[in-house]
């Protein structure tokens, strides 16, 4: 067998560079160090067969010509997706976005943009997985069960590691915690440090471990021993960095009331030292909020006026479905598997161009399908893993198809 070279895994957001990978003949042969996500994502995408228009077969160019007059004569495109793509495919998008005037949109709209967007603003410290590894002694998965979602998360770079700071790794030097509505696989490597909460009690618990932490007796209108609160502030009083890892669970709960997080942190870090870090899954799900930051100001939600980029809830992809859009381009995304189907079901309605390397679920519906090459296999970039470290990914065979970044560009000289 030929020597294997080493690759940065787009599994998941973790983008873990460790892996090897065997070729021969433009073949991937063997996988080695990789979580089952990462095989999956080696092993388990079907290429659409064919570009179609209107389910029928069509050359590339043709669909790529289709797609862009639909757009040109949308008068509220938008533009969705990203999260799977490169950042060179997503700067393409957003100057895509702005030729058409369209609104654009990310996977990250619905679930750790408000995490996210509190980071790159400087409201909430943030840290390193690096960081983490050498010097972390207190780490709290909150909502999140990375033993399931991020496989290598605890082994390569949280618990199980032995730090510069932490030679005894978590035998002795880490603590694990997790504050969960159910007993999930990291739950259970925390033992008895697992806090089971109600659904929806995330803020209030978060404000009975802000009283403890102040020295106030814990108020809650659940069933919780309170001893158990105090304990755990003593605890993390005591630390000498400690992160909190944020998982859906976490946002979906206390979105509404956001600000409590800064809050929160703000009182950790009177007595110890914190940082928090989204559990982001899409592998570059973060590099689209940099990228749009960086151009707009905003990370995502964005229309793009005659009086330049604004962001607010009207411009996010279910208000677009709900209220305005009449034509959308998907890419890097099935948004009728994964958006509410009283939103989804509306894309039978409005021409839908999808560009994506694997046949899904949105494929059935499409107006326009363009097959690209598969981003961290085919297609080659940058990405920004969950902490905000930006990463280069290489390709690890060539693709028959075009990438999304050189689809995307495609578009725009046709409507420019």
Avoid at 167 to 195: H, L, P, W
Avoid at 203 to 225: H, N, Q, Y
Avoid at 237 to 245: D, N
Avoid at 303 to 313: A, D, I, L, Q, R
Wanted: hydrophobic share 40%; glycine share 8%; proline share 4%.
């Amino acid at each position: 067998m030929t020597e294997p070279i080493t690759w940065t895994c787009t599994g998941c957001a973790l983008l873990c560079e460790d892996i090897l990978v065997y070729i021969k003949d433009n073949r991937i042969e063997k996988v080695e160090h990789a979580c089952l996500k990462g095989k999956a994502r080696v092993y388990g995408c079907k290429h659409a067969a064919t570009s179609t228009v209107d389910q029928k077969e069509v050359d590339v160019n043709n669909a790529i010509s289709q797609a862009a007059e639909i757009l040109e004569k949308a008068k509220n495109p938008l533009l969705y997706g990203w999260s799977n793509s490169t950042s060179e495919a997503q700067v393409a998008g957003i100057e895509l976005a702005q030729t058409l005037g369209a609104c654009i949109d990310s996977t990250s709209s619905f679930c750790q943009g408000i995490t996210i967007n509190e980071i790159i603003n400087g409201n909430v410290p943030s840290c390193t997985l690096e960081d983490v590894r050498e010097k972390a002694d207190v780490l709290i998965y909150w909502g999140a069960d990375p033993m399931s979602s991020h496989p290598r998360h605890l082994s390569r770079y949280s618990y199980f590691p032995r730090g510069e700071l932490r030679q005894r790794g978590y035998e002795e030097d880490r603590t694990a915690i997790c504050i969960d509505v159910t007993q999930s696989r990291t739950a259970k490597i925390s033992k008895d440090m697992f806090f089971c909460i109600p659904p929806g009690g995330d803020a209030e618990f978060m404000r009975a471990l802000m009283d403890g932490l102040a020295g106030r007796v814990p108020k809650l209108s659940f069933d919780f021993d309170i001893k158990r609160i105090l304990e755990l502030a003593a605890v993390l009083k005591k630390a000498e960095f400690g992160v909190i890892f944020a998982g859906l669970g976490l946002v979906y709960s206390i979105k509404e009331e956001f600000d409590l997080i800064s809050e929160f942190m703000s009182t950790l870090n009177r007595f110890s030292n914190f940082f928090l870090i989204p559990m982001a899954g899409h592998f570059n799900m973060r590099g689209f909020n940099h990228n749009l930051h960086e151009e707009t100001g905003y990370i995502h939600r964005v229309g793009f006026t005659k009086n330049g980029p604004v962001s607010g809830v009207e411009y996010s992809v279910v208000e677009q479905l709900k209220h305005g859009a009449d034509a959308v381009l998907v890419v890097g995304s099935d948004p009728l598997a994964s958006l509410p189907l009283s939103i989804s079901r509306r894309l039978k309605d409005i021409p839908l161009i999808l560009v994506d390397p694997c046949s899904n679920l949105s494929t059935r519906v499409a107006d326009v399908t363009i097959p690209c090459g598969v981003s961290g296999i085919e297609v080659g970039g940058t990405a920004t893993r969950l902490d905000g470290k930006k990463m280069d990914i290489s390709p690890l065979i060539q693709g028959d198809g075009l990438s999304d970044e050189m689809i995307v560009r495609r578009i725009i000289e046709e409507v420019s």
